[in-house]
């Protein structure tokens, strides 16, 4: 009898221990060179994250049954009561874990998470915005911290659809395949949101005019540069990024070139190479974190802002690249997108 509660304990205690430690894998690659996010660890190279419960089911199986063996059966007491134990500890584990096991409701955001936990590190995080768990990156520093990514483009590895892959002055960049005056990339938000902020940066050739093009409204080729918007019933305005080259009539509003549309109002930034560019890449970072030739106080370390008020959306974000001219005249490709929202 004592040997079969003893070996009930132990079946219990491991089992209390494997409910409250749960491993989720990111399905990223890694090695030496490519290391996990903050929060994860490299295993058979692939990001892992680790989140350890705090069950209180200990497993101890102290079980009080009585089975005294009283049947008349032969051997080791094949009777009536086999002192299964009916302990208290069962082990259930109801850890407090961020994994998708029982325990505590996971938090809706990256900002409903640092709300709780302040002291949370930007990494990878568990989220549930509704429609069950999603691992996510959150940036807790930037701008006050609690932003859920959206998007990060590597356009090493691949550009979203309609963009193609270009060699910009030696950086793996994306840019429009032909001469369409706008190439859209739209990406999908996972939660409501009210601001975004994000880091775009690019290269340019030949002659962008800022914000010279004719168009007048927001769905028009406004600029020649980088548009972002809120996919709703309409398109609302997000950020701009407009690139220009050195002349007297099509040059950054702060540097005697056009003003910036109205609907645009001061969520923009505009920068331009050194020196007119040719009919080449030109090597000069696009609105990066260094000097840009225009940009407004809360653009900083290459990051814009931008608020769309009070209310929740669930649009999508969109970037555009638009241009007034063929490539044979002008032409612009991204080097960096990243996109948050919360």
């Keep these: 009898m004592a040997a079969r509660l003893a070996l009930l304990s132990a079946v219990l205690l491991a089992l209390a221990v494997a409910l409250a430690t ?24 692939f990001c892992e994250i680790v989140a350890e419960g705090e069950g209180e089911g200990e497993g101890e199986g102290e079980g009080e049954g009585e089975g005294e063996g009283e049947g008349e059966g032969e051997g080791e007491g094949e009777g009536e009561g086999e002192g299964e134990g009916e302990g208290e500890g069962e082990g259930e584990g109801e850890g407090e874990g961020e994994g998708e096991g029982e325990g505590e409701a996971l938090p809706a955001s990256c900002r409903a998470l640092l709300q709780a936990q302040p ?48 060699d910009a002055a030696g950086t793996p960049a994306c840019h429009r395949a032909g001469n369409e005056v706008q190439a859209a990339a739209v990406f999908p938000t996972v939660i409501p949101w009210r601001e975004a902020i994000g880091a775009i940066e690019g290269r340019s050739m030949d002659s962008p005019d800022a914000f010279k093009p004719s168009g007048a409204a927001l769905d028009d080729t406004y600029v020649d540069g980088v548009s972002v918007s809120a996919l709703g019933a309409a398109r609302a305005h997000v950020f701009t990024l407009a690139a220009s080259h050195q002349s007297t009539d099509n040059d950054c509003p702060c540097t005697g070139g056009p003003a910036a549309n109205a609907f645009v109002v001061d969520r923009w930034v505009c920068d331009r190479p050194a020196a007119s560019p040719g009919s080449a890449y030109d090597a000069t970072p696009l609105w990066d974190a260094a000097a840009n030739e225009c940009a407004p106080a809360d653009f900083v370390d290459g990051f814009f802002y931008a608020s769309l008020g009070a209310t929740d959306r669930s649009d999508d974000l969109e970037v555009r690249l638009l241009h007034d001219e063929g490539q044979g005249d002008e032409d612009l490709a991204v080097t960096r997108v990243e996109l948050y929202v919360r």
């Design 119 to 166: 002291a949370t590190a930007s990494g990878m995080q568990w989220i549930d915005p509704g429609a069950g768990p999603v691992e996510v990156f959150c940036e807790m520093t930037r701008f006050g911290g609690g932003w859920t990514r959206i998007v990060i483009v590597a356009p090493a590895v691949a550009c979203p659809s309609p963009w193609t892959q270009v």
């Design 22 to 45: 749960c491993v989720f894998s990111t399905a990223e690659p890694c090695d030496d060179a490519t290391p996990c996010e903050a929060g994860a660890r490299c295993v058979d190279g």
